[in-house]
């Protein structure tokens, strides 16, 4: 099941408008950062954190909120 929606999403994403591409993924790159945030563990604060700023930093998808 999750391959079959790790395909529908790349299948949505490559026929998207670069723009609306590049807000569904800083959407969910939010959501993301936030889920990690409220997590209580610190060990993804320390690996994952960095990671999705990264990946902000690099396509330039300053966050939403």
């Known amino acids: 099941m999750n391959?079959?929606?790790s395909q529908?999403?790349?299948a949505l994403m490559t026929h998207l408008a670069p723009n609306v591409a590049k807000l569904a993924v800083r959407a969910v790159l939010d959501v993301v950062?936030?889920?990690i945030k409220d997590s209580n563990t610190k060990t993804d604060d320390?690996?994952?954190l960095p990671i999705v700023r990264a990946i902000r930093e690099t396509y330039e998808l300053e966050s939403q909120s």
């Open 3 to 5: 391959l079959l929606i």
């Open 8 to 10: 529908l999403i790349t």
């Open 33 to 35: 950062e936030q889920a």
């Open 46 to 48: 320390a690996i994952l």
